[in-house]
């Protein structure tokens, strides 16, 4: 068994645990990317970061952007799943056309929404203005250049959501439904009574890889307005491959990495203890 075993462990081994034991390591020590002098420093990143404004912003801002876009996603996707569940002809061909956002790597989305978002001359912006309607500058205001990235997201996952969503349903006891049905249950009430709370799990699955994947959100924001206007969408990981790549302060974005990781990991014990804890009124 360890024989068969030995290469998904090595493997794990060089692409996991080895950079995330060195970012605990150089998150102790002040090291400059190319410096040959590194001087422990302690806690001395650590305590840097938690009184730095930028960080709390920053910070601010991910679960801003996060939470908007997890929710959207699973209430879009949730819609769709259902959509397809009620449809009995064609559901191929639209599962295929919906999950084709998911298959475009982020970055090439990025520059394709990009071209449709950026002002005055985008696609979005051409055919407004055709209408004699201005639009906001989507990218180069915080408020919309928030909302742009929040539906860059949504565009890109979720579809993921929308596919796991229904192949839940598919797995349903339909005898359930048919049998509430019989006894005069309204299509909300099957949704409410039946639906969501057969699928509580199968939520929480969902919603917790999406909040973590959505926690590394950089590429789709790095293409779009690279954290900006100003700092309104710069996210924690893009925050961190500033200090990191353009600081070159390799101590304290792995510092800030490790930070990273201790508040998603709360957050989604968080998630997972609330959504077990509580009974159909979770929903």
Known sequence: MWLFMAPSVLVIALVLFYPFF??????????????????????????????????????????????????????L??????????????????????F???????????????????????????????????PPDWLGDPDWARFTVIMADTWKFMPFLMLVLYAGLQAFDTALLEAARIDGASNWQL???????????????????????????????????????????????????QIGFRLLEVGRASALGVLTLIVVAMMVALLIWFMQRRGREAF
């Open 22 to 75: 060195s970012a605990v390591y150089y998150s102790f020590f002040n090291y400059y990317l190319g410096s040959q002098a590194i001087t422990f420093a302690g806690f001395d990143n650590y305590t840097a970061l938690l009184s730095e404004a930028r960080f709390w912003i920053t910070m601010g801002n991910t679960f801003f952007i996060v939470g908007a876009s997890v929710a959207l996603q699973l209430v």
């Open 77 to 98: 996707g949730l819609a769709l799943a259902l959509a397809l569940y009620a449809c009995t002809r064609g559901v191929r061909l639209i599962s295929l056309l919906n």
């Open 100 to 134: 084709l956002p998911h298959v475009v790597t982020p970055v090439v989305g990025g520059i394709f929404l990009k071209w449709i978002f950026v002002g005055r001359w985008g696609l979005l912006d051409a055919t407004l203005i055709s209408f004699n309607i201005f």
């Open 191 to 241: 949704l409410w009574h039946i639906i969501l709370p057969m699928m509580k799990p199968l939520i929480l699955f969902v919603v917790a890889i999406r909040t973590m994947d959505a926690f590394r959100f950089f590429d789709l924001i790095y293409v779009l307005t690279n954290g900006g206007p100003g700092t309104a969408t710069e996210t924690i990981t893009l925050y961190t491959y």
